[in-house]
């Protein structure tokens, strides 16, 4: 059989030329790239292989921003909480924070544009009661009220791309490399300097094919503390795209004005985990649709050179969120994402609107993980069997590698296993693209973001580890190999539209006033009762944490009806609670062993039944953990948490076909042992037989009329079968 | 040494007369007293030992109130949640309730009385829309918004006095004991009735000397469901003394109209956990006096009769709360109450305004525990070490059993051990009673009941366990037998007044969002700013588990300033917390043994500290669970949850004298090993080195001065010293 090809991208470095041609073929690659400390050489451009170049649209141009410091991008930052122990207070504003990241903007009057806000009241301290000393940063407040707090609300001009910072002060470039000066294209020059400068770059770049964009305008929220490490990172947030010729552009657009604390949110910074605001969708919705427009102009440029454009999920990527409205308005070709695991792999792959999707895997060709003594073909085995998973739902077109080619070619078993990875690869795609997987089950994600964050709930930054986030991340994760249609549902949408009616399962997950719970959604009645009336006609409610949670009325859990367990805060701590015996046998514990028990990961504590009709399926420490509840024609199930595991996984599978009263299908192509999932893709005749772990593994597979066979797999193999 | 006498009393019995005269002497006791299911033979009263009799005031009188059914006592009862499948909605409100225990008010329209709330949008339906089958017992709501959810809020009477119900239940009384039916003295037949036939009995028992009365009026909130278990208790609830003729007197009162929400209360009907709302203060209050009224009248009668009152603490004791402000009106000669430890000991031996005080002591003589093969004196000895702590700083005046006499005196080594603790008790009493001992702080609990619920915080029923209260009730415990001044402390009292001078620290723990830590209270900036000025100028503040727990303005702790910790609800995790490093050696923890993990109980999760100017004291699961911080003058110390042990009371102490800025103190009369304390009495120019355990201990005591020497004691050995 000739040796596959295609659909591998291959980092490269100088000197490596005939490494580089050795690694392409038998890797199979058809791209090389560059990197953000590596640049190809002329010899490697010739190679057989599209060539991808990094391209900075708003940083990296000293020369030119240099001559407009007026035009540098801008951010809210808020000051800590000072207390007042008399009436007059001085406010060292610029406190914790970085002077080689970011400086005070005087230039606006901070009179009109920043804001002293008393935290003991929540009240906005009139101007006329402080001054600002420019000298000294500090701000100056009169008739304070004593013992209240106070912060001000300040904006700053940023002087230092964050991405560029890491790097710099982490690789300890020193006074060798300048500080990358962010620019902003809201401004006139900048905005006349990116297209000329990207013209005449495309010119000079003949060889590159792809223009891989890192990113465009406005890197994600990253502000460090005044000893040079991280303080804050929203990978998600929009705040350092502010600047008040943007909150004049708004106003304009959306009739009124918004304040600085719309962006500096009690110094929570609108992350990801608040319940977002009207002002601040409003002002998402605004910069994505500048944001789009103007990275239109970009890729208009370099289609007109003849090249493709990519862009990559990360870094400079506010205002390009590919589930958003104005995405497809860019007209990019290709986005490119880092793969972290199948989650991560899922929001890269179903992105639409681009012509195809590349992954970079892990690991990194990093010194961190190739150093003498360690096998780094184990992290890229755990990476591809949890991206497979997802990969066989929905390929990504592509995958690829970063970091210094020379230093993964020193470890032969890893060339040699990423060239079976490779291989594997490209014979799944050619089976499962553009077919549609047989699926068992469509389900639909609540939170406040709905499909604005396809397969991004519950993240801080991207795949970054979180006590509060694992136990939620967990069902992302499960879900993105899993044979389930998933869809994500704002509560604007289905108090809109009601939920969709090809919705098998709502799945409700996280902490309590989060966005992914929902906090003050749960206090209006139409969310209320357009889900009690899905479940109760028959749908399925699956609660994870604390769904539904909003004190009021009686209830934490504003569907406790349907869930058939609420949260004990206290208040009800008189009404006895007999019902604490946990069922001996059920369908959605039934593939666990007796005795073991569930991992709920930070789990949830003081949960109850609330009445003999709640299937308790798991109760230790006085605490019910995992129940299922009728409602109507519909159930309820809840689960204190789901952290990604494979066990974990059938849970989850359970528990949805439970909710959906669709138990007799679940043992249409299933695999009895859950290390092992069965893919099937009936309009190709074939189904996969998937093992997901690194050791070998027996299992009963059923087929679509649930007629079974005994399957012996290798370590991570998969059994290809015609139906 | 002549045998001393006196102090305790003694539970009697027919046909026991030897016996109880050989115990009367061996335990040197001097009153007997009956019980709900013992009456006193005449021989035995006239033995030499004051007679306590029993008596009911509201209840076995059917004779009575057969003839006045509609002077029964009421309740407001709130049905279950109904959801509402379409508009037109019948609640059958009796459902999950016990039909001899109560049985519907159709004697008051309920159209005038009753309430139907929309439980989705908080909202009262409009009583043209409903209409009660009183066939039936339900209520038939038309209009319904479908898939939101009702409940009724109903007025019913109580035609069983649920301690009788208790006991008849329990004991298989059968049809042979007619069920107490309870009587409102608020009406006019009752309370003609409850002078009338105290009067006659007085005359007929000229051999009582003391009217134990259990209790007055109205018993607490006790309600069963329909398997004729306990449903709801609130052992301070007030809701059981509820009914027309108390609203229609409340209006005159108070001047406006209370609904029957304010009784309902979502369903939580106002349990002590509840941040107390004003109208419910406010009936509270008017009851209390109602209560004291009456009371009064029934006191006086006792008094005319030559007989001493006592109140039982408990049972039906609504409005005789003897930390309230008409308890003293009463003019009630003794109070007895139940002791289940330090903390219940200091709720009796504290109480104001009454001539003695007197503890029931465990084990009750029942079977439960007086079993062949069991040894009663093991918990006897367990109850008397923890109240005799307590009584080390404050005594009640006499001591007491319960149950059947001829149970205890089958196991001699009980008898004897009951014995020892008389002759004790006695020793104690002769020194500590009517002096000051030595106190090395002043402490003051803050929460939402303030000094009305002395000692009495963070309890459901009266001593009884529950997972989400014994990591608070082991503050309480700890302290009843410390060398430290306790008071109880409202927030209103504090903004009215600010933190009295002579306080040293204040306390506030509980879950966010009780009573106990004080929920929208802490949304008051005069509170906010009171409590920050007393620690700025060098007060001290400890919280344990949720203090000052309210969301808004960018905190979740409102004092996190002064506790330097703050809890992650998930809001700030895009905030790096880089402060995880535990302190090596603190003041606080000098007592821990190396590696030793504090016990912190349910303990608390997601804390972290604000700064590095935050002491770590425990840190581990990525949290926060014990920390300290300066603020001004003063200290904030953070615990997530203080069971009651040995080494926690040592942990609170340290604690109290850190947060105090008294360390230097802190050896004053000390034991270095905590399982001993010392008691000084400088007056009397005594102390005593008590050793808390059931084994023998060794440890250092120091003195007033630091001097310390020796000691070696006794399992639950006292040693007097001189000062």
Redesign the interface.
Known sequence: MAKSKGRLTLPSERNFLAQTQELLDRWGADAIRDSDGTKLEEAVKDLDASIYTTYFVARNHNDFIKDHMEECQQLYLMSP?H?A?QESLAIDFMQGYYREQVVPDYHHDPKEWWEVIN????QVVPSSQWQVDQERDLVLVEGA?????Y?VSFLVYKIWDPTQMYNHITNNWGDSVAHDIPFDVRQPHSNRFMSDYLRRWCQENPKTDVVRFTTFFYHF?LVF?DKA??????WF?YGASVSPAAILAFQEAKGYRLRPEDFVD????N?A??VPSKAYLDYVDFQSHFVAQEAKKLVDIVHEAGKEAMMFLGDNWIGTEPYGPYFKDIGLDAVVGSVGGGATLRMIADIPHVKYTEGRFLPYFFPDTFYEGNDPTIEANENWLTARRAIMRKPVDRIGYGGYLSLAYKFPKFVSYIEEVADEFRDIYAIVKDTKPYVGLKVGILNAWGALRTWQTHM??HALH????YSYLGILEALSGAAVEVIFLSFDQVIADGVPEDVDVLINA?????AFSGGQHWAR?EL???I??FV?QGGGLVGVGEPSAY?????FFQLA?ILGVDK?????????K?FTQAQGSHFITADLEAGQDPDFG?SM??LYALSEETEILEYS???VHMAAHDY?QGRGVYLAGLPYSIDNTRLLMRALYYAAHKEADFNKWHSSNPAVEVHAYPAKGKYAVVNNTAEPQVTTVYDGQGISQEVSLAASEIQWEEI
Chains 1, 2 share one sequence.
């Not at 009690?266 to 910074?269: A, D, S």
């Not at 979180?466 to 986030?469: E, L």
């Open positions: 909480f207390t122990s935290r003991t009241t929540g009220e004593p013992f209240h707090e912060t929220t503390n490490k991280e303080k804050f990172v929203d947030g009690q110094g929570y910074y992350t985990f608040r801080v930054a979180y006590k509060q986030i996280g902490d309590a006033g989060t009645p209320l009762s357009a009690r009336r109760y004190l009021q009325n009686g209830r009806e004990e805060l206290g208040f009800s701590l008189s009404t006895d007999y930070e504590h003081n420490n006085g605490e109507g």
